[in-house]
């Protein structure tokens, strides 16, 4: 099955400094990745996705890129604000939704 | 619009009983539903996928005599933890995806807290 890798498991960061996750996959059928950023004791909340035709998406301060053949794909934050401190979790999707292990960021002021 | 309720938000009971979770899609049809379980400090784990009116396909190692899955609907679907014990304790997280929309998203609920003692 699907394995999905995420590092760091920790992350801090000045305010306004960039932050970037990284994830690794296994199936090369997966064809869906989105990230989720989780607050304590909450849903999971999409902040962005990726699909496999595209290499590279952006929305404002967060941006994706999805590298197939070396089959990692990666998170990238700018201008972070404290607001943005939380865990983030990256996922590959094949056959099933199969989730990272998990970043926790803190934006330090 | 996409939102998914569920219900309750957290439950505490004793050990050998039975609970039902409930997971609602409120303004879309769910044709496939998700559950599934986070533990403290740790991911989501899938436990079983329901499409409506069919018998849900569990993950390996998920009991299904354990953990009763019905999607009766289009909008609604129950998780029930039969027998459960201390070890089941945890959050259960149920989503669902838009049946009508071109999307691969799962849209999910905002948990529930099951505690047993």
């Known amino acids: 099955g699907e394995n999905v890798e995420q590092h760091p498991s920790t992350l801090s960061v000045q305010e306004g400094d960039s932050a970037v996750i990284k994830c690794t996959y296994s199936d090369s059928a997966s064809n869906y990745f989105p990230w989720y950023k989780q607050e304590l004791g909450k849903r999971p909340q999409l902040i962005i996705d990726i699909r496999s035709n595209v290499g590279e998406k952006k929305d404002q301060r967060i941006a994706v890129t999805l590298n197939k053949t070396a089959k990692h794909f990666s998170l990238h934050i700018t201008e972070t604000q404290p607001e943005d401190s939380a865990v983030y979790f990256c996922a590959a999707e094949g056959n099933k939704l199969t989730f990272g292990t998990g970043t926790q960021l803190k934006v330090e002021l | 619009g996409a939102v998914v309720s569920q219900h309750p938000s957290w439950v505490i009971c004793k050990s050998g009983t039975s609970v039902k979770i409930e997971c609602r899609s409120l303004d879309f049809q769910a044709t496939t539903m998700f559950w599934y379980r986070q533990f403290p400090k740790q991911s989501l784990m899938l436990m079983a996928t329901?499409?409506?009116?069919?018998?849900?396909?569990?993950e390996q190692g998920v009991e299904k005599d354990k953990f009763l899955i019905n999607h009766a609907s289009l909008t609604l679907s129950t998780l029930t933890v039969t027998s459960a014990h201390p070890e089941d304790s945890s959050f259960y997280i149920c989503?669902?995806?838009?049946?009508?929309?071109?999307?691969?998203?799962?849209?999910f609920g905002p948990g529930t807290r099951l505690t047993v003692t």
């Open positions: 989503s669902a995806r838009d049946g009508s929309a071109n999307s691969y998203e799962q849209y």
């Open positions: 329901s499409n409506e009116g069919s018998k849900a396909t569990y």
